[in-house]
């Protein structure tokens, strides 16, 4: 049994603002490799009730913390290899807390490769450097250089032919290339630098010349410019995409070098003359000038802050903010992920689906309540109206149809048109289905395996019908980039990615709970415990001997150990079970607990689940041990209240505003009905019914200032919006979802967020005085052309 480290325990409990106990009894869990739902819901009292994202944030900060240490003694490692380390270079090491700091001390010790100061260290101007550095007046550069001018060396290039310093000017200046490699190496220099960028940092980004038709979607990024600080996360990701497929130049640069050169001087000159930041001229321009060492040590600084540490700030910033993006939209998506997978269910009822389409007819399955598909066909409303509606009658009337699934897709709205004049009784609801990722799921080695015997159609309509009975079910079969939901998510991080939306479908799916005998196995793969192994072979015991009778039967199923059975149990259901709680959340090692309850009122588990009486008169601190406290008790009342209760929404069904098919049917100050489809940082996508989703922006989402469009909207919710511009041309709709709008056209910003600034070295009376003014915050865009479609343009691929 593994035990965590304590040092990272109390840095953690003083990082996520938690009590000792906690972490260290999360740690000890996750160590035990214990699941964070299995956590959050069944050890509340040894985590001091932390939840689902506490659990995880204390799993990904440790995963972090441990990394760290990884690599510190990789770092120690080699330096003691090579004889490099002291004692004060391994407190040092042993000091550092982030990757950031042991990178920035490792540094003058790691490999490099042959540079410029290496070269001058082969020439064996090192000392000469060194007598620079120590910048005392009273030695004379070109005098202390004169030794080595006609010195003899052998490069270490591979050649090994002999070569010699030519001249004093050149002595110098392979000592400056010494000073500043040593600069760029400090990682005090390196920490001043970094937080100066981190403040100052501009993003800015440019077209490249003759690509300005081919970037039209770019428009708004060929002369842009904001505080990198302050830029979203969105429009981070969308200059990168428009950098990787070569239509623009993307930079990180401080609004003025001499900032930086403000930060580093004052490391490194001790002596120096009264020229200002930046201002003694290059030996190039001036050879005559009478320098002194520290003006030698000032021109080091100023070729490592150019050549050397802004490159590097820069690669590091981009690094940095592409981060930063990446969580971010990381976290959008796996909100509109989770949404979606836990969409109201229409539950178990006969559904007749359709994949509508042109050319190819709509495909027409019919699935009973167990989602089984029992008959399919092609129709051709538009072509053969009274041949369609006479199956689909027929289909209805037969297979006892309880609702109707219509993909969402091409010919959807029109199809949906047909089918409601056949004139359906109420009580057969006729849906819209959200279709991303359908065509996906059919063509899947999943579909293949379900049904070999169909074609993709068959089987994509199927998943339209499958995904209005329970979506949870059906979506865990696709790859959740594939569900049309996210912002930039094929430009983030991908192993990020997929381990944020592997923890939501986790949650999600435990969160409802499984049906033991029912389940697919690529649901039951998301069970807290299991995996892709362990829940094929459940399935393959179910297709052999039959349904599981109870959940103790789960223990004979093979590769399925004591550990797995402990993690997954609670979240499987079987109804009708022999034993009642076999159907409830509550885990089987509180079976014997509620056994007891129920004995100590004289009646039967059942008895305490039918009546609300009995449970009433529970007096739970009777129950409380050292392992079970109240938190445990009172979620087990409440589960034998309700047992097996799903969390999800109660499903009600939606309509589109009648005859609004096309864009062209759409008019400014028209008041429609949609449903949100994905949810962004700069606003919400709204499917109104025209196969075009409209924009709702971030502005436009509420009357009053919204920060987050995740706290007004979610997909799938139903939201009335305002037409507030269309553009045929370019296929834009932009909404609104405030109670007053003004359809007023506004003009377009141009360019960036501000206009070109003034960096006169006259205006600036010092360090301070260089730092131009920040720019104004771009006020929220309202024209179609702002920069927030350009952005909604790149929301997919």
Known sequence: MATPDPAHVLRLAAELHLQVHQVAATAQLLADAATVPFIARYRK????????????????????????????????????ERNLLTAALEQALAAADTLTALEDIYLPFRPKKRTRATIAKEKGLEPLADLLFAQDPATDPLAAAQPYAGRAYVPDDGKNQPAQIASTDEALAGARDILAE????????????????????????????????????????????????????????????????????????????????????????????????????????????????????????????????????????????????????????????????????????????????????????????????????????????????????????????????????????????????????????IVMVNESGASIYS?????????????????????????????????????????????????????????????????????????????????????????????????????????????????????????????????????????PLDASAVHPERYALVEQMAADLGATVADLMRDAKLRAQLDLTRYVTADVGLPTLTDIVAELAKPGRDPRERFETFSFAAGVNRPEDLTPGQRLPGLVTNVTDFGAFVDIGVHQDGLVHVSQLADTFVKDPATIVKPGQRVNVTVVEIDLARKRIALSMRSKVDLAPRAPRVGGAAAPRATSGAARGGPSAARPASPAAPRPPQSLNADWFSAALNKKP
């Open 45 to 80: 009292e040894a985590t001091g009730e932390l939840d689902e994202v506490q659990v995880a944030a204390i799993r990904d900060r440790l995963e972090q913390l441990r990394a760290t240490d990884e690599r510190r003694a990789t770092i120690l490692a080699s330096l003691k």
């Open 182 to 429: 040593r600069i760029s190496d400090d990682k005090d220099a390196r920490a001043r630098l970094r937080a100066l960028y981190q403040r100052d940092a501009e993003l800015s980004s440019k077209v490249l010349p003759g690509k300005e038709t081919e970037a039209a979607k770019y428009k708004d990024y060929f002369e842009w410019r904001e505080p990198l600080a302050k830029a979203p996360s969105h429009r981070v990701l969308a200059i990168r995409r428009g950098e990787k497929e070569l239509f623009l130049m993307m930079r990180v640069t401080l609004p003025d070098e001499t900032l930086a050169l403000a930060e580093l001087e004052p490391l490194f000159l001790k002596n120096a003359s009264s020229a200002p930041v930046g201002g003694v001229p290059s030996p190039r321009s001036s050879p005559a000038a009478p320098y002194s060492c520290a003006d030698h040590v000032r021109l080091a600084v100023q070729d490592s802050c150019k050549r050397l540490l802004a490159p590097a700030m820069e690669t590091e910033m981009r690094l940095d903010a592409k981060k930063r993006a990446d969580e971010a939209a990381i976290r959008v998506f796996t909100a509109n992920v989770r949404e979606l997978l836990l969409a109201a269910p229409l539950g178990q009822r006969a559904v007749l689906a359709i994949d509508p389409g042109f050319r190819t007819g709509c495909k027409v399955v019919l699935l009973d309540r167990q989602g089984k598909l029992l008959h399919n066909d092609v129709v051709f409303p538009d072509r053969h109206p009274d041949e369609a509606r006479e199956k689909l009658l027929g289909f209805i009337q037969h297979f006892h149809v309880e609702s109707v699934a219509i993909g969402n897709g091409t010919a959807g709205r029109e199809t949906e048109t047909f089918v409601r004049t056949l004139g359906l009784p109420p009580a057969i609801p």
């Open 443 to 579: 063509a899947s080695d999943v579909a293949r395996e379900e049904f070999p015997d169909h074609d993709l159609t068959v089987r994509g309509a199927v998943s339209i019908g499958r995904r209005l009975m329970d979506p949870l079910a059906e979506l865990v079969k696709l790859d959740p980039k594939s569900i049309g939901v996210g912002q930039y998510q094929h430009d983030v991080d991908q192993l990020a990615l997929k381990r944020s939306l592997d923890d939501t479908v986790v949650s999600s799916v435990n969160a409802v709970g499984v049906e033991l005998n029912t389940a697919s196995k690529q649901l039951l793969s998301y069970v807290s415990g299991l995996n892709a192994a362990t829940a094929a072979a459940i399935v393959a015991r179910r297709n052999e001997k039959g349904p599981f009778a109870s959940r103790a039967e789960l223990r004979d199923v093979p590769r399925l150990g004591p550990k797995a059975f402990e993690q997954a149990a609670g979240f499987l259901r079987i109804r009708d079970a022999a034993h």
